[in-house]
Nanobody, 130 residues
């Protein structure tokens, strides 16, 4: 069973920063696509960012561009999300997800790198006060 565990959420004032971490166990590969999603109360789950096997290839939702940065450590299958200039509307449960097969740079370019996320964590709560 693949395990995905998020951490780093918390309470922060508007304009502040948080760094989320996602560790995985049981993945058979270290080059899979991975992603961060979020879901606020009463709203649908939405993609925040996703990456291919390459740490230089990343896709960002428009609402976080310029504020959030996704990175990964392939040697440890660890994913990070550095969140700066946080806004109250960023308040949500943030989830980490992983694909069981290799990711591609092409999928990032096409904006489809969130496909096939079979493994999910249970989330870490981010709350931004106004």
């Amino acid at each position: 069973q693949v395990q995905v565990v998020e951490s780093g959420g918390g309470l922060v004032q508007a304009g502040g920063s948080l760094n989320l971490s996602c560790t995985t166990r049981g993945l058979s590969r270290t080059d899979t696509a991975m992603a961060w999603f979020r879901q606020a109360p009463g709203k649908d789950r939405e993609l925040v960012s996703c990456v291919s096997w390459s740490p230089d290839s990343a896709y960002y939702a428009d609402f976080v561009k310029g504020r959030f940065t996704i990175t990964r450590d392939n040697t440890q299958n660890t994913l990070y999300l550095q969140m700066n200039s946080l806004k109250p509307e960023d308040t949500a449960m943030y989830y980490c997800a992983a694909n069981p097969v290799p990711g591609t740079v092409g999928a990032v370019i096409r904006g489809t790198c969130y496909y096939g996320m079979d493994y999910w964590g249970t989330g870490t709560q981010v709350t931004v006060s106004s």
